[in-house]
């Protein structure tokens, strides 16, 4: 990799200083990027070039082709006369403008995305005859990730369960995996989804809080309906605030349907696995990114894709008898606010899914994909999960809104891969050119044309399970009213130091609402979870801890459910590389070349931009001390000691202390280093820096810190450590 293959460069090439007058065509994507495959709107591969579809030409032209000689001034009567109502140009331009938003998601609409590929390595072959996860086979995906409760500009890092969307083009149709980074959800039945979301949304008199569950209207509803307990709980874990996208494990929620060659039916739950491993900010990490950098994750997915660390998951399957009573040791897997423990149904791998390009327009692709929990595939049905059975109506309602119109499948980004034929016609936004007279079945003026098919023709086919007789009621089961045992579970499988996290979640979050009678409340449903756990929130809130109102599940732990004490690869890990300038460039050199060898990404922070040494091997700086924060890197290391530069000074910048001045160091790599050992991070220094370690007040043997020896030495060091993600022996649990 070298300078200008860093991520982050907005173009594809350099842009001159001065305005470019020579005409030229449109320049090419990067090299990261790509857009949806050439198909036609009913499916047909165009074989077209992905520039034919994009904007061409040199010349500035109105949509309808006509080249314009300016686009600066209105056509007025003189120079300062009034502007004329003939301006089509005008006109065109502004009318296009006007409604160039559409209506954003109602939940989801802060997200990310990127394409990829999925292969499948076979292993479901038994279970289900899904073309796609047969041995070998390859298929186009994209996935779409996001925040739940935030607006579109909200940002990125807030506590929230995150989604975790992917559209598979298969040869048989598109299927859609649309699920979260949490395995469980708030409620039990759709008819509550509206309830939940205008409890966790801002409040509808002042618009306040955004993209937060810390407020009394969403504690009011979960402490009220206690359904929403586990799914709560796991949100207060560090689950809510993960490090990337790309460290995020996703979940299909609901128990699907599988059906095999022979018509034989499994029921599975659907697990995404990180081969970067499962991992999360901590709180004071993510709330100083909301401020610092609120596109924290997005940026952080595409700038890894960029660099060619290519993120990567594991879809895996639990697998379960399809029997009569759908319940699986005890657990109904019609329940979404439940989750079966690993160590009862191990999770079976059955495909890797590799993200490899960039999107070439958030507005066309990201913002535009509709995904839809129905798009089934030959082999994959739906259960009666209530929850899932509201999803199957809901989706499509929402697009044919946000979208315009019936046609929304016609999207470049939402076009299936398999030919379309479905007598479907006209509506808003109608791009295919449909042929033949005869749009219903069964016609003879086109021939019979379409035909159904079946079975052995690829048919989809839905799984004849029998309905059993029963009445009418607004009801459910009676395994649904068990609220409490499975967040117990959860907490029971937290080591101590993630258990201090829930708790400081749950004090902070309750702290900030102002009713107090929603505080008590919700420290009695803390109590039947556990009883330490209640006790620790109450004397945040400064209250009173009630008993448990209900006997205390003893669930055996489930250690699949922690995510410390494992190592994994560190590929794309971010390292700051702190210099005091052309001092020690030679070390500076090292490391940074040692970085990019391992697979992760290098960032240069010195007192000013620019470069470092000239010629060949001149280094460019990629951030600046007053441009830098510890929040943007897994770990720091420190070649040399820089003084204060230039601009250290608190007028010019708020982040310097003028009394650190006296130590000799720039404050601001003071600051940097001081918070990134409090976050838990790795901290290397080799020569100079074991300098700023003293001034910093951090010990050189503290755990997770390497300093003294040759550069190559601490980056080796530093390296071993961010396979644990943390040094999370600096953290001392009280529990």
């Known amino acids: 990799m070298s300078d200008n293959e860093i991520p982050g460069a907005p173009g594809p090439e350099p842009a001159p ?64 006369g009034p502007v ?51 041995e070998g086979a390859e298929t186009p995906v994209f996935v779409r990730f996001s925040t739940v409760l935030g607006s579109r500009g909200s940002a990125d890092t807030v506590r929230d369960t995150r989604g975790f969307a992917t559209k598979f083009y298969t040869d048989e149709g598109v299927f859609d995996l649309v699920g979260n980074n949490i395995p469980v ?100 990490e993510a709330q100083i990114a909301c401020g610092m950098d609120p596109d924290f994750h997005r940026r952080d997915l595409a700038d890894a894709i960029e660099a060619g660390a290519f993120p990567q998951w594991e879809l895996g399957v639990q697998t379960f008898p399809d029997t009569e009573d ?94 379309v034929n479905d007598m479907l016609r006209d509506g808003m936004h109608q791009t295919a050119v449909h042929r033949g007279v005869a749009p219903y079945r069964p016609n003879s003026l086109d021939g019979g044309c379409p035909f159904t098919a079946g079975a052995d023709t690829g048919a989809y086919i839905e799984v004849p399970v029998e309905v059993p007789a029963a009445r009418k009621v607004r009801d459910a089961a009676a395994s649904f009213d068990d609220h409490f045992s499975q967040a117990r ?51 945040g809130l400064g209250l009173p801890a009630p008993e448990a109102t209900e006997p205390l599940a003893s669930p055996e732990p489930s250690p699949a459910l922690s995510q410390l004490g494992r190592t994994w690869p560190v590929d794309g890990r971010v390292v700051g590389i702190v210099t005091a300038g052309e001092a020690g460039l030679d070390a500076v050199r090292e490391v940074r070349g040692a970085v990019l060898g391992a697979g992760m990404v290098p960032l240069v922070i010195a007192p000013s931009g620019g470069k470092l040494g000239s010629g060949d091997d001149a280094v460019t700086v990629q951030r600046t001390f007053a441009t830098a924060r510890s929040i943007e890197f897994d770990a ?61 007040g951090v010990a050189a043997d503290a755990p997770g810190v390497v300093a003294g020896g040759a550069a190559s030495t601490v980056l080796d060091g530093v390296t071993e450590l961010l396979a644990g993600h943390r040094a999370w022996d600096r953290f001392t649990p009280a529990l």
């Open 636 to 696: 720091i290391v420190l070649v040399g000691a820089p003084a204060p530069a230039p601009d250290a000074y608190g007028a010019r910048d708020a982040k310097t202390d003028d009394g650190a001045r006296s130590t000799g160091v720039d404050p601001r790599v003071l600051l940097l280093v001081t918070e990134a050992f409090r976050h838990g991070k790795a901290v290397g220094a080799c020569g100079e820096g074991a300098t700023v370690l003293e001034k910093a």
């Open 489 to 539: 579970l959860f907490w029971l499988s937290m080591t101590p130091t993630e258990r201090e996290h829930i708790t400081a979640a749950y004090a902070f979050e309750l702290g900030k609402c102002w009713d107090q009678a929603i505080k008590e409340r919700g420290l009695r449903v803390l109590a039947n979870i556990d009883p330490e756990l209640c006790a620790r929130v109450a004397e």
């Open 84 to 134: 004329l109502l003939q301006d089509h140009h005008l006109r065109e331009k502004i009318t296009h403008f006007d409604h160039e938003r559409i209506p954003e998601r109602v939940v989801h609409a802060r997200g990310a995305a990127a394409h990829g590929v999925f292969r499948a390595y076979g292993a479901a072959a038994g279970i289900t005859k899904a073309a796609f996860l047969a």
């Open 185 to 284: 959800f708030f409620i039990q039945d759709a008819i509550k989804f509206p309830d939940v979301i205008h409890a966790g949304k801002p409040h509808p008199d002042r618009e306040i809080p955004q993209a937060q569950s810390a407020h009394d209207t969403f504690w009011d509803f979960v402490t009220l309906h206690t359904e929403a307990t586990h799914h709560t709980l796991w949100n207060m874990s560090d689950r809510g605030i993960p490090r990337s996208y790309r460290m995020m494990e996703g979940f299909g929620v609901h128990t699907f349907r599988l059906v095999n060659a022979e018509g034989a039916t499994t029921l599975v739950k659907f697990h995404w696995k990180p081969k970067l491993g499962v991992h999360s900010q901590v709180w004071e």
């Open 326 to 419: 759908q319940m699986f040791e005890g657990i109904d897997l019609l329940d979404p606010t439940k989750i079966v423990p690993e160590e009862l149904a191990p999770v079976r791998p059955i495909g890797l899914m590799t993200l490899n390009a960039n999107p070439s327009n958030y507005f066309a692709e990201t913002e535009q994909v509709a995904f839809h929990v129905g798009h089934l595939v030959p082999g994959i049905d739906v259960t009666n999960d209530a929850l899932m059975q509201g999803r199957l109506f809901s989706y499509v309602d929402t697009q044919i809104t946000r979208l315009g119109g019936p046609n929304f499948a016609q999207l470049p980004i939402n076009r299936t891969h398999a030919p």
């Open 17 to 80: 200083v001065e305005e470019p007058t020579k005409p030229r065509g449109p320049l090419p994507p990067k090299h990261d990027q790509r857009g949806p495959e050439t198909v036609s709107p009913t499916g047909q591969p165009t074989g077209a070039d992905q520039d034919k579809v994009a904007q061409g030409g040199a010349y500035l032209t109105t949509a309808q082709g006509a080249r314009l000689y300016d686009t600066d001034h209105s056509l007025k009567a003189g120079p300062r």
